[in-house]
């Protein structure tokens, strides 16, 4: 049996190479980026107006006031998407738009509240200083700059830059697909109206399904696998054949006469890397590798489940996204008193009370039963408590969020 610390380090040893793929930016909404991304044209693409207004030589304008305003001939209209086809020549203006192109032998831009339009001329009443209200060519960042750095996330704002540069595609990691099976033969579908005394509820293949798919994985399969050494066998083989990064068991990782995950992956190939862990829930953790895949075998219990999942396919799913995955953690103050009498890390579920000004409180979940799903369903997270480590009323603990 080895330490929590232990079964991640060596996961991490062994993760499967993640896979490359170039994909139009509108799908990669949510990706990260394989690559670091250099822009293709320069922002702005164009010397352009800041303002609506006249776009002017300062030379002739420089000394303009409401006292003595200048009055300069309007020759011409630069619209956003149609430009000036001429030359500001001396004391003439040009009416422009904001993003409009500055007209070549314009050099400012004179507001339209700062000037009195005359028809076919225009009083310049104010100007600040020469190059006002322009921007320039490139100022943002020109041609070939650094946008992004490999492993940046692509969101909502990441994809507007990307598309204003006329980047068309982007190499990004590709989504980790992974096959689902769960074992037990006293296992029915969720929705089934009547069931038998000795049968229960499916509950992990819908709970699985939805962490893979929260964490960024694509569910390939989702097989049910009797309590059979030879169902268990093909349904691995079957799912290796898939081709999947990640194999996700829930059940058979225990001691029991009916528990063959564990063999039934070594005769399918797999090398097991670890099998049980000093933590409660979910000691039974099994974790084998052949090629490029990776095979988790859950505990069956389904709160024992769903923290392997957290705390361990989770991490792997988000490196494979070419990320790291870390909790979102709320520092606390312990309501009432924890503690840790046994000699495995302990995950304790707890829930949060908000209070306004101030730290808020943590209380432990009252029912922690690996079987037991509320103790999931109602709690806001939880808390790691190290073997022999006691909780005092008042004392501040870190929370890891749901």
């Given at each position: 049996m080895i330490s929590v610390i232990e079964a991640q380090r060596i996961l991490h040893e062994n993760l499967p190479s993640p896979q490359p793929i170039t994909i139009p930016i509108k799908e990669a909404f949510g990706l990260y980026l394989y690559e670091?991304?250099?822009?293709?044209?320069?922002?702005?693409?164009?010397?352009?107006?800041?303002?609506?207004?006249?776009?002017?030589?300062?030379?002739?304008?420089?000394?303009?006031?409401?006292?003595a305003p200048v009055r300069l001939k309007i020759i011409g209209e630069s619209q956003a998407g149609v430009p000036f086809d001429g030359v500001v020549e001396t004391n003439c203006a040009v009416r422009i738009s904001t993003g409009a192109m500055l007209p070549d032998g314009a050099d400012t831009i004179i507001r339209v509240e700062d000037t009195e339009d005359l028809g076919n001329f225009v009083n310049i009443v104010e100007v600040i200083q020469q190059g006002q209200d322009v921007r320039h060519k490139g100022e943002e960042f020109a041609e070939g700059h650094l946008l992004f750095l490999k492993g940046d996330c692509i969101r909502a704002r990441e994809l507007?830059?990307?598309?204003?540069?006329?980047?068309?595609?982007?190499?990004?990691?590709?989504?980790p697909e992974v096959?689902?099976?769960?074992?037990?033969?006293?296992?029915?579908?969720?929705?089934?109206?009547?069931?038998?005394?000795?049968?229960?509820?499916?509950s992990n293949t819908i709970m699985l399904a939805s962490a893979i798919q929260e964490s960024g994985g694509v569910l390939r399969s989702t097989r049910h696998v009797q309590d059979s050494l030879e169902h268990t066998a093909e349904a691995i083989e079957n799912g290796f054949?898939?081709?999947?990064?990640?194999?996700?068991?829930?059940?058979?990782?225990?001691?029991?006469r009916h528990d063959h995950v564990r063999e039934a992956a070594v005769r399918a190939g797999f090398k097991e890397l670890f099998w049980q862990i000093r933590q409660k829930p979910g000691k039974p953790l099994y974790v084998g590798r052949k090629g490029e895949t990776l095979i988790f075998g859950l505990p069956g219990n389904p709160v024992s489940a769903y923290m392997c999942f957290r705390n361990f396919v989770r991490p792997v799913l988000a490196e494979l996204q070419?990320?790291?995955y870390f909790d979102t953690t709320l520092t606390s103050i312990v309501a009432e008193q924890m503690f840790n009498r046994g000699k495995r890390t302990l995950f304790i579920r707890?829930?949060?009370?908000?209070?306004?000004?101030?730290?808020?409180?943590?209380?432990?979940?009252?029912?922690?039963?690996?079987?037991?799903?509320?103790?999931?369903?109602?709690?806001?997270?939880?808390?790691?408590?190290?073997p022999g480590e006691v909780l005092q009323p008042g004392s501040l603990k870190e929370v890891s969020l749901f």
């Open positions: 670091d991304i250099k822009a293709p044209d320069s922002s702005p693409r164009y010397t352009n107006s800041a303002m609506d207004g006249y776009a002017v030589r300062w030379v002739d304008c420089a000394m303009a006031n409401a006292d507007a830059l990307m598309a204003a540069v006329g980047l068309h595609t982007v190499p990004v990691y590709a989504k096959t689902l099976l769960v074992t037990g033969t006293e296992l029915v579908c969720h929705d089934e109206a009547t069931i038998k005394p000795h049968q229960i509820r499916d054949a898939d081709g999947v990064k990640l194999l996700v068991c829930s059940g058979g990782v225990s001691v029991g070419g990320t790291t707890v829930k949060i009370e908000n209070r306004p000004n101030q730290l808020a409180l943590v209380k432990e979940v009252s029912r922690q039963g690996s079987h037991m799903l509320s103790s999931i369903a109602h709690a806001d997270g939880y808390v790691v408590l190290q």
